[in-house]
């Protein structure tokens, strides 16, 4: 790695992380890793289908290593994630083979199997991950009520969210508690998800902040958007929180280049400055700011939406610094 550039993580005036998996903290990638970043988010280890593959059945090691990992370099966590209807067992949403309806019973069910599973994340991690993705991607901008029609919500309605907060909270009244959803520099996606949080705040849901995932790309939307969606929420008195930032070279879901072409990887130089400008201006707003992995070479955009070429991050294949980490490092 390029050990005479400034480190991203002193570059910026809140916390830098990186979401990483077991590979990425070994070799020159650990070395980078540890280098530009002081908080880590486990991309999968921690999700439901990692750590409760069937009822009961609590699977830590990979969680635990990478945590671990973390405690030894002094490194935070953010935990990702308690409540989510992808990466989740069938298991959770039937009983035996039958799909478990909206009844009071099965509800119960649901919700008895959500508090199990959140209060044995949380409290064995207690003290070791400080802010958790308790529930992540529940709105839908094209439903009347702003709420995606997961399995978690035909069931059990808005309890699962509330149920989801209420034990994480019980389990660590320290850990911070974030809601967590993608698109939401998008207006109507903010509004939904902006009366979501004001409902359940006013309820006293233990919401401590709204997370921003930031999956963007080279053309759109604009970083004003992105300092719409912070303005807004900093009116709820939320912390907020920029969890999975990339921005994808493409701006469809069928296009690929053999070669990212320089250009492109210059434009997308700027945009990542346009959008530092807005996190710093806004550093009151925003206490962390987290890239969705440590190098283009192990993004997902490399598999998702399709297998192609991809180059979304700040450090490029070999871990070498791109316009991306010059954007980041370079204030206006
Ligand atoms: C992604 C992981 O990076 C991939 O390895 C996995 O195959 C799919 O999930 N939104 C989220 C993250 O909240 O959990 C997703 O992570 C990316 C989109």
Do not use: C
């Not at 903290?25 to 988010?41: D, M, P, S, Y």
């Not at 699977?59 to 935070?76: I, M, N, P, S």
């Not at 069910?109 to 959500?114: A, E, F, G, S, T």
């Amino acid at each position: 790695i390029q050990t005479d550039i400034p480190s991203l993580k002193d570059a910026v005036p809140f916390t830098m992380g990186s979401a990483v998996t077991r590979p990425d903290t070994l070799g020159e990638h650990g070395r980078l890793l540890l280098k530009h970043f002081a908080q880590i988010t486990p991309g999968n280890e921690l999700k439901w289908d990692a750590t409760e593959p069937s009822e009961g059945q609590f699977t830590f090691a990979d969680g635990d290593y990478l945590v671990d990992y973390a405690v030894e370099h002094g490194l935070k966590v953010r935990g990702h994630t308690l409540a989510w209807h992808s990466q989740t067992p069938d298991w959770v949403f039937k009983d035996g083979d039958r799909d478990l309806t909206a009844s009071a019973a099965d509800k119960a069910l649901l919700l008895k199997r959500l508090e199990n599973h959140v209060r044995t994340l949380v409290t064995r991690y207690k003290g070791k991950i400080a802010t958790w993705d308790v529930v992540n991607e529940a709105v839908d901008e094209n439903q009347p009520d702003g709420l995606r029609r997961s399995k978690w919500y035909q069931i059990a309605g808005l309890d699962f969210i509330r149920t989801a907060f209420r034990v994480a909270h019980e389990a660590d009244p320290a850990a911070k508690l974030f809601i967590n959803d993608y698109n939401t520099e998008f207006p109507r996606k903010r509004d939904a998800l902006f009366a979501l949080v004001k409902k359940l705040k006013a309820e006293g849901v233990p919401i401590d902040g709204v997370g921003h995932q930031l999956h963007l790309n080279i053309e759109q939307p604009p970083a004003s958007s992105v300092e719409d969606t912070i303005e807004k929420f900093a009116k709820l008195g939320v912390d907020q929180q920029v969890t999975e930032l990339d921005v994808s070279v493409y701006t469809d879901f069928v296009s690929t280049y053999d070669t990212v072409p320089a250009e492109v990887l210059a434009l997308q130089g700027y945009r990542y400055k346009e959008l530092f400008d807005v996190f710093r201006r806004h550093r009151s707003q925003i206490s962390s700011v987290t890239v969705w992995g440590v190098s283009d070479d192990v993004s997902w955009l490399r598999s998702f939406p399709i297998t192609r070429v991809n180059a979304p991050l700040p450090f490029d294949d070999d871990l070498q610094a791109k316009p991306a980490y010059w954007g980041v490092v370079d204030p206006s």
